[in-house]
């Protein structure tokens, strides 16, 4: 249920009214945790599995549809230092098949915090993010309301997720993505907006997603005692120790995994038939057909990433989640593969191939462009969360908001014909191996660079030379403009662009993540240290396209200093790889 206002109010008149409805869940949601533990069981995840308690669902005050949350959180102010500077753990942190974990992973604070006026205290607070979303400025958060009073809920959760929407300008993938995934019949995620603030510092708008843990999954399943499974490996032979168990981390059994790759193994006149008694196949083409659909290009899928899988007891086989969705609808080129398949995961490689289950992939693909993607409901969808979110996201109303769901509503109206288009000319072709699938290496471009420190969002600054194949697109050019400095993260970075004799920019932003190390020497672009992209920038529609992650790549200084004015000199080298 929705918290809902039946008659006009005050603003404090609701906002009261709204936190005694979500205190009275609290309250139900903790009393019905009393005699259970606090750890967090998984799930049973699936569509059409019989799930749901059949009541009010307490949880769901925290996902409403028509405002965004209030979430103010308080905390030692030295806490929130600690916090916010933890770099991203190691993966000896991480609980997977194969090991249990050597280091630590992010800690746990303690903290007071807000829901539209409802306070709850004493609950745990810890940064969450990896790679693309790591923020110092404004970190992802996960909520742990049991980790210092035992069975202590919020409306009945066990854990809140708060995304940062770091790799999101639009701010709606999460949310949007979400509900898409639901109307094609799939199980995913609640998700609503909070607008956060830490000890009083405004940190803008996040995206509260439903965690993947019991509570979720049993609202789909009938069965919550199965096992659960995040995003880490792949199935094939030495793949599978890489997933990470969500369940009795402390001894996992994954021997769910194995059978997997063996049904792969099957030939193609059997393949459906082995794949299905492990996995329900066709719930997994939908999924599969929903990521390529909304361009969900981290997924499984595109990048063997951002998923979440479970085995339910009642089925017997695995159902596929998807998570991490903050990347969606931005209609990324693709210069050597088509747009309507996505074949790097070794489930839909192997699928693929075979002519059967490519001919049913095919099928549901345009079973969910016909019954699910609906341009004019989602855009109308877009209208609404932009009229909801535009007094946060654009409280100057420059516009650049306004300019970013543009480009969803673009990506939206198109998607359709685009993926007709390839289909309607024929089964599309997959072009590479197995082994070869997923990091397509599509050229090397080679730089120099002049600039002065403090320089960086300066266009028009500095000098240099580029030189390279991207994509096809030769990058060679003399006029490139170099802007370096601290970001609002605290991270040196540096910006080159090269102008093109067609009017585009090529763009290289190398990033490294402890400022000290710029001073003449070479740094690896290696992801953990430093990371680098390369886009062409197109001035005429003020917009990027093409490229993709730099790996590997190597930066070198011959004169640098994070001492304003001081000069910054050297070459940047690197092969691109889209994704």
Request: charged share 20%.
């Amino acid at each position: 249920m929705e918290l809902m206002i039946d008659r006009p109010m005050s603003r404090a008149a609701g906002r009261s009214r709204r936190a005694a409805v979500v205190a009275g869940m609290l309250l139900a949601g903790a009393a019905g945790a009393c005699g259970g533990g606090d750890e967090e069981p998984a799930g049973d995840a699936g569509p059409g599995d019989g799930g749901g308690d059949g009541g009010m669902d307490p949880t769901a005050a925290l996902f409403p549809r028509d405002r965004v949350l209030e979430v103010q959180i308080t905390m030692d102010p030295a806490d929130w230092a600690a916090l916010r500077s933890q770099p991203r753990p190691s993966d000896a942190s991480r609980t997977t098949c194969a090991q249990q974990p050597t280091a630590e992973g992010y800690t746990w604070f303690p903290a007071t915090i807000s829901i539209d006026g409802l306070t709850v205290t004493n609950v745990g607070l810890r940064k969450k993010g990896n790679l693309g979303s790591l923020s110092t400025a404004r970190p992802g958060l996960r909520v742990k309301p049991h980790e210092y009073v035992s069975g202590q809920r919020i409306a009945g959760l066990k854990a809140l997720t708060l995304n940062n929407n770091q790799q999101d300008g639009t701010l709606i993938s999460q949310c949007l993505g979400y509900e898409l995934f639901r109307q094609a019949g799939l199980p995913a995620s609640r998700c609503a907006f909070a607008h956060v603030t830490v000890n009083g510092e405004d940190l803008g708008v996040y995206s509260h997603v439903e965690s993947i843990r019991e509570e979720m999954l049993v609202r789909h399943f009938s069965d919550p005692s199965g096992r659960l499974y995040e995003s880490g490996g792949d199935f094939v032979a030495g793949g599978t120790g890489g997933y990470q168990p969500k369940t009795d981390e402390r001894s996992p059994d994954c021997s769910d995994l194995p059978p997997v790759v063996t049904a792969l193994a099957a030939p193609d006149d059997q393949l459906a038939a082995r794949v299905g008694e492990v996995i329900d196949l066709p719930r997994f083409l939908r999924y599969w057909a929903m990521e390529v659909v909304t361009d969900h290009w981290d997924g499984y899928a595109n990048n063997r990433n951002n998923h979440y899988f479970y085995h339910a007891p009642t089925s017997d086989r695995l159902h596929f989640l998807p998570w991490g969705i903050d990347a969606l609808f931005e209609g990324r080129e693709r210069s050597t593969r088509p747009s309507s398949v996505y074949a790097c995961g070794a489930l839909p490689w192997r699928l693929y191939a075979a002519p059967a289950t490519r001919a049913m992939y095919l099928a549901e693909l345009r079973d969910v462009l016909a019954t699910v993607w609906d341009a004019t409901t989602i855009n109308a969808e877009v209208d609404r969360l932009q009229a909801l979110l535009r007094p946060l996201a654009d409280p100057g109303n420059t516009g650049a908001f306004a300019r970013r769901l543009d480009r969803v509503r673009a990506f939206v109206s198109a998607r359709e014909a685009q993926l007709l288009a390839e289909l309607d000319a024929g089964e599309p072709v997959w072009p590479y191996a197995a082994n070869q699938s997923c990091l397509i290496d599509i050229g090397t471009i080679d730089a120099t660079f002049s600039t002065t420190w403090g320089t960086l969002g300066t266009f028009g600054a500095g000098s240099g030379t580029m030189a390279g194949t991207i994509g096809g697109v030769d990058v060679a050019t003399s006029t490139v403009y170099v802007s370096a400095g601290l970001d609002g993260e605290g991270k040196a970075v540096t910006q080159l662009f090269g102008q093109l004799a067609d009017g585009r920019f090529a763009v290289v932003v190398a990033v490294v993540n402890d400022p000290s190390r710029i001073r003449p020497g070479t740094i690896a672009i290696d992801l953990t240290n430093a990371f680098a992209i390369m886009t062409f920038y197109d001035p005429a529609t003020d917009s990027t396209r093409g490229g993709g992650l730099v790996l590997p790549g190597t930066l070198t200084i011959t004169a640098g200093a994070t001492t304003a004015g001081a000069p910054l000199t050297g070459s940047f080298t690197g092969t691109v790889i889209e994704l």
